[in-house]
């Protein structure tokens, strides 16, 4: 897993590993300054020779400047490698997102990816840049001054070496301890988030019913228990800086009074002394900082898992080599169709399916929820794959075709339709990048969207917010037939694309279609019988198979489900359905 | 939060009194934890002394006995023990202070935050709808998350590391100056050149941050929308240009992001290294010093001394990184105070419900439930008391109605309902349809003329008992995480399983709750997620039907169900409008068609009521809303 994300590095593999030397250089300056400090005492001030402390001091100096240059290039490829990183991250998940097919889009939930192309890569970012600065600049600086401890004095320095151990032993254990509490706290966290969130949206139904004393006591609780989780996760974590003091606290105390001992015995000179206090420090912070690395990674690993699992997802839907990129006409047929959205479903969705459609026809197609209606059309652009048999578009398998020259050709609008921010031409030029205005307009007037558009005081210019919120469902669903017809396709699928559409207007689309692009096989799955009665054939679904095909006159004689619903909806509890546009 | 852009960070956050704001929160900690943080500030004080006391025995180490030491040939070692005995006690003082001081810290936070959490909800509960109209969803959440967060940090980690930081200087500063005063300008001499240098670069990264942020923002924009419309981008095949947008993007926060990242990585080795640049100046210049005695400095002097410079350095930079932490965490109590300040909604009303039975005649009130409910309403001129049945009679009286003062929505409603009568609006979303039936419970109040329940205006009633006894119905029907039982209970808390059970079959939902997994014990999580639109639906009737109100405000759903689920859903509905005053936002043609009087509305007025026969008659706007319907096609 972790191969497969490195492989992003790319381009910044050459920043990836001047960091880590950077920081090494770093480092070993760092550690050589209390070396030299040790001569100067000696040699200089107890030796009474200032020429040695100027001498000794220029190259101190000198450790510094070349220490800060190092730090300095360090921090500039750390944040180079890291943020060029992230960058590669984003766009390898990006690029791979596209080639999803429907069924892969369906497996992670549009915010699940969104978060893994965000705060997942973020998280991830940051770890890089732990790692490459820390991860060799922690171990490096305990060692370097471990080793120049031993250099001074061997005796004296497993003192450090036995508290390094030590230490080390506490803090993993603590932060083992600790992790595993806040493990536990987080979920806890985001339930009260949640309660939180629900009171908010549903505060008229809490208003209402004059709720509000309980659903504060039911907040009181949650918040109490964060509290208790919480309390309970940080007293393990706040051993650590008492900890890590006591431990420092020793090693001055044990090296003080051995030390003084070693002195007297002309084994240690004063100077060596004081560099060994010093290096107290250095080793024991550098513990620390690699204790805080490791939380970081670990932290880090959730996020990791899910990027890998995105740029890991392979796309089930290809294009054949050798495809055709022409479709012959708008004919689609259905032989002995099985589908089922996940393999191991025992129950198919769709049982069994045959259908033979003519170019230019329209077919209605009306059923319950859950009837497989959206199932039985997304096969036809090849946004599923069947599990059984076959659909044929202009006479051939929908597999032969080139996906892109297939839905260039089958333009369907969905039920859950999407505009993006940007001028309604813009949004319009989705079906055509070269469409020019006057074909613009066109397809609007087709759709019965120039009636409102031209009421905009920008008229087709009009931007339009994230998700369309800005023009009401109705309006929507009409920009994006419009949006449809530009594509000029041999098929086109309206999936309940009317619903908040008076039936009027409703009407008049349907009207538009059949004269102004009679060549086009027009599918339209409707709730209302008064949108598909006047089709030329309607398909009635039921459970997956089909119940009943026939003229509107047809189904009534001779079809039980459709004629019930027909006489539901205009035999007295129809939809009273406003002009819900205006 | 879906839907919603982060709030660009590191923006440096403009807070208008940060002084006031400030006092304001500590006065909120110190309301509950006054005991607490005095031990805090005290244990802080001790540890930072003893620290200070050990580094200065390197001095006595070094000067009192192991240079006296090298000078005799029997060295006693007696003392050095002894002194050493009595650092390792300061220590254990200074150890055992810090682990108290973090441990009480804990309770304070998480208490603090605890405090602030309840208070906040508390509140929010009791803030008008208006504010909830106003406010974004996203925005209320955040303060709850974000602001709450950058709080815990403020009070957990910048404030006692102020404090720390600020002892430490002084006291660390007072030991320099006793140890020598010309290292002491020195080493001040050096503090100002670092934290010039690191001034510097932290700017030039806030900037960088600035820019960054938004860069993120526009970016994570572009995810959110193309993920959300990633299946038409499929569609319409229009995967390249994405990418080609989503570089450029990309790119853009790159360049921004890896500016913002070396200034901020440098902002390190600046401040380590040039204290380092500091410790080998004073310690060429304690050195000559030390040699030739000035100013009283022996090498054990020079010694502490070089210690104090780095832990002199330390708190220094520190406080100057917590700046923009405590900026940013006071503006998130800008915010989270900005809440608690908020107006909660007044009550003035007085006349209450109180359960009720009679006697020879005349209503008294009762302590028993006996179905039977009245309205007590005490006179303030004479004190007397009246007791009134309640029996779901609705009069609105030339009412109007705007959101501001000045943008009236609704003009002039006059309308009457005989309890047990059936009301219905008809007309164009944006007709005021669902604004009228929010005024009869109060969620918002009216500018101008009255609405009168059962004769008493209901300016005068509690808003609790009034909201009581109604019953409501919603279009989008919220639930609650829980299980099925408790949501359907949330109507009437003290309700038995019977009446659960009863009412879930009057709501049609008896049938589907013995279907699910659990039956009554199905837990709901994420707003009834695991039902259908339909059976929310059935649930949402089942707990207005548990409530027993006698005056019904239902909002037809419109959305697509299928037609046999609708069916289920309209017949509990019928049921559950049996006998009560009903007002009903109607879109189906049979609700219409058995109203007892159908109002239309249209911007806000009701331009023509009657029943569906005499609307007909009239072949105006209902006529034509009805016709259009029919013929349809």
Redesign the interface.
């Known amino acids: 897993m972790l191969r497969r994300i490195l492989r992003e590095v790319k381009e910044y593999k050459a920043a990836s590993i001047a960091t880590p030397l950077y920081m090494l250089l770093?480092v070993m300056m760092?550690t050589l300054?209390p070396f030299l400090?040790a001569s100067?005492?000696d040699q200089?001030?107890?030796a009474?020779d200032?020429a040695h402390?100027?001498k000794v001091?220029g190259l101190?100096?000198l450790a510094?400047?070349v220490?800060?240059l190092?730090?300095?290039l360090?921090?500039?490829y750390?944040?180079?490698a890291?943020?060029?990183f992230?960058?590669n991250l984003?766009?390898a998940m990006?690029?791979h997102?596209?080639?999803?097919?429907?069924a892969n889009?369906d497996k992670f939930s549009?915010?699940g990816?969104?978060t893994r192309?965000?705060t997942d890569v973020t998280n991830l970012?940051n770890a890089y840049?732990m790692v490459l600065?820390m991860m060799m600049r922690s171990p490096a600086s305990m060692l370097c001054a471990l080793i120049m401890a031993f250099r001074i004095s061997a005796k004296l320095s497993t003192i450090y070496l036995a508290a390094v151990i030590v230490l080390a032993v506490c803090l993993f254990f603590i932060i083992r301890h600790a992790t595993r509490y806040f493990r536990q706290a987080f979920p806890k966290y985001d339930e009260?988030?949640?309660?939180?969130?629900?009171?908010?949206?549903?505060?008229?139904?809490?208003?209402?019913?004059?709720?509000?004393?309980?659903?504060?006591d039911k907040?009181?609780k949650a918040?109490?228990n964060?509290?208790k989780i919480?309390?309970k996760a940080?007293?393990n974590v706040?051993?650590n800086?008492?900890l890590m003091?006591?431990t420092v606290?020793t090693c001055?105390?044990l090296i003080?009074?051995f030390g003084?001992?070693l002195?007297?015995s002309n084994e240690l000179t004063?100077g060596e002394?004081?560099s060994l206090?010093?290096y107290c420090?250095n080793i024991l912070m550098s513990l620390m900082m690699l204790s805080m690395v490791f939380v970081m990674i670990s932290m880090s690993t959730a996020s990791m898992e899910r990027i890998y699992e995105v740029l890991e997802e392979t796309s089930d839907l290809t294009s054949p080599e050798n495809a055709l990129t022409e479709v012959a006409d708008g004919s689609i047929s259905f032989r002995h169709v099985d589908f089922s959205y996940h393999k191991t479903s025992e129950k198919p969705v769709l049982k069994d399916v045959n259908l033979e459609i003519a170019p230019g026809e329209t077919i209605g197609i009306i059923?319950?929820?859950g009837?497989a209606k959206t199932s039985l059309v997304n096969l036809i652009?090849r946004?599923y794959d069947v599990t059984e048999g076959e659909v044929l578009v202009g006479g051939r398998n929908v597999k032969e075709y080139d996906?892109?020259a297939l839905?260039?050709q089958v333009?369907?609008v969905?039920q859950?339709?999407?505009l993006?921010?940007g001028t309604i031409y813009e949004n319009l030029r989705?079906?055509d990048?070269n469409a020019t205005d006057e074909e613009c307009r066109r397809v609007c007037r087709l759709a019965c969207a120039d009636e409102f558009i031209e009421k905009f005081p920008e008229g087709y210019n009009t931007r339009i917010e994230?998700?369309g919120n800005n023009v009401?469902g109705g309006q929507k669903q009409r920009l994006c037939i419009a949006?449809a017809l530009l594509?000029k396709p041999k098929i086109l699928i309206l999936d309940?694309s009317t619903?908040a559409v008076?039936?009027?207007t409703?009407?008049r689309i349907r009207k538009a279609l059949r004269e102004e692009i009679p060549g086009t096989t027009k599918l339209i799955i409707a709730?209302?019988v008064?949108?598909v009665?006047?089709a030329d054939r309607i398909i009635v679904m039921e459970d997956g198979t089909v119940n009943g095909l026939g003229t509107h006159e047809e189904l009534l004689a001779s079809n039980e489900i459709y004629r019930?619903?027909f006489e539901?909806?205009?035999g007295?509890?129809?939809?009273?359905?406003?002009?819900?546009?205006? | 939060m879906p839907g919603m852009r982060p709030i660009p960070r590191g923006q440096k956050p403009q807070v208008k009194n940060p002084g006031k704001l400030f006092a304001r929160l500590m006065k909120y900690v110190l309301h509950y934890y006054k005991f607490s943080c005095l031990f805090v500030v005290i244990f802080i004080f001790v540890g930072v002394l003893a620290n200070v006391q050990g580094t200065l025995f390197t001095r006595d180490l070094i000067d009192e006995y192991i240079t006296p030491f090298l000078l005799t040939d029997h060295p006693n070692f007696a003392p050095l023990a002894r002194a050493i005995g009595r650092v390792a006690v300061f220590y254990a003082i200074g150890v055992l202070s810090n682990y108290a001081y973090n441990r009480i810290m804990i309770n304070v936070t998480q208490g603090v935050l605890r405090n602030l959490r309840n208070a906040l909800f508390e509140h929010m509960e009791k803030l008008p709808i208006k504010y909830f109209d106003t406010h974004s969803h996203g925005n209320i959440m955040s303060i709850y998350t974000n602001d709450i967060d950058t709080l815990r940090q403020l009070i957990s980690q910048s404030i006692p590391q102020i404090i720390n930081s600020a002892v430490t200087v002084v006291s660390v500063f007072v030991s320099m100056v006793v140890l020598s005063i010309p290292l002491t300008v020195l080493t001040l001499l050096m503090v100002c050149v670092v934290l010039f240098c690191s001034r510097f670069a932290a700017s030039r990264s806030g900037r960088y941050f600035l820019e960054q942020q938004v860069n993120l923002g526009n970016l994570n924009g572009f995810i959110e929308e193309m993920m959300k419309g990633q299946k038409v981008v499929k569609v319409f095949c229009h995967e390249e240009e994405n990418q080609k947008r989503f570089r450029e993007l990309n790119d853009r926060l790159y360049v921004s992001a890896d500016r913002a990242n070396t200034f901020a990585n440098i902002l390190g080795p600046i401040n380590a290294q040039l204290g380092n640049v500091s410790y080998v100046i004073c310690a060429i210049a304690g050195g000559v010093l030390a040699l030739n005695h000035i100013g009283g400095l022996t090498l054990g002097g020079l010694a502490s001394f070089l210690t104090f410079n780095k832990s002199f350095n330390m708190p220094i930079n520190q406080v100057s990184q917590q700046l923009n932490a405590i900026v940013m965490a006071l503006a998130g109590t800008e915010r989270v105070f900005g809440l608690m300040d908020e107006p909660v909604e007044v009550d003035q009303g007085y006349v209450t419900l109180v359960n009720a039975r009679e006697e020879n005649g005349e209503l008294v009130e009762t302590e028993e439930h006996t179905g039977r409910w009245a309205w007590k309403h005490t006179h303030q001129a004479d004190g007397s008391v009246e007791y009134k049945e309640l029996k779901g009679n609705v009069v609105f009286d030339g009412v109007d109605f705007g959101y501001n003062d000045d943008h009236m929505v609704l003009h002039d409603i006059r309308l009457y309902a005989e309890p047990g009568q059936k009301i219905a609006f008809v007309g164009s979303t944006g007709a005021g349809k669902t604004t009228i039936t929010n005024l009869i419970n109060r969620f918002y109040d009216i500018q101008d003329g009255k609405i009168r329940y059962d004769g008493i205006n209901i300016n005068k009633m509690k808003k609790a008992d009034l909201r009581r006894s109604l019953g409501i119905v919603l279009q989008d029907t919220h639930l609650f995480t829980g299980t099925v039982k408790e949501n359907i209970r949330f109507g009437k808390l003290d309700a038995t399983d019977q009446e659960v059970e009863a009412a879930a079959r009057l709501a049609n939902a008896d049938g589907f709750i013995r279907r699910l997994p659990q039956g009554y014990d199905t837990l709901l999580t994420g707003d009834g997620a695991n039902l259908s639109q339909g059976q929310r639906q059935l649930l949402a009737i089942a707990r207005a039907a548990i409530a027993n109100p006698p005056v019904l405000i239902l909002d037809e759903a419109t959305s697509s169900i299928d037609t046999r689920t609708e069916r289920i859903v309209q017949e509990g509905m019928d049921r559950l409008m049996k006998g009560r005053t009903t007002f009903v936002i109607a879109h189906r043609l049979s609700t219409v068609k058995n109203s007892d009087c159908i109002m239309v509305l249209e911007q806000g007025r009701i331009i023509e009521r009657g029943t569906h026969d005499q609307l007909i008659a009239q072949k105006g706007k209902y006529y034509q809303l009805y016709t259009g319907n029919a013929i349809g096609a």
């Open positions: 770093e760092e300054i400090m100067i005492i200089g001030v107890n009474g200032i402390i100027y001091g101190m100096l510094a400047a220490g800060l190092g730090g300095l360090g921090g500039r750390g944040a180079k890291s943020t060029g992230a960058k984003r766009e990006f690029d997102i596209q080639t999803f097919s429907f889009i549009t915010a990816l969104v192309l965000t970012q840049q600065r009260l988030n949640a309660s939180v969130q629900e009171n908010v949206s549903a505060i008229r139904v809490v208003k209402a019913y004059v709720r509000e004393e309980q659903e504060t907040f009181h918040s109490q964060i509290y919480f309390t940080e007293t706040i051993v800086a008492p003091q006591f606290y001055i105390i003080s009074w003084a001992k002195i007297v004063t002394l004081m206090l010093a420090m059923g319950g929820t009837s652009s946004l996906m892109e839905r260039n333009a369907v969905l859950n339709n999407v993006f921010s989705w079906g990048q994230q998700g009401s949006r594509k309940d619903s008076d039936t009027a409703d009407a709730q209302r008064s949108s009665q006047d019930e619903v539901s909806q205009t007295g509890s129809g939809d009273f359905d406003e002009n819900r546009d205006q």
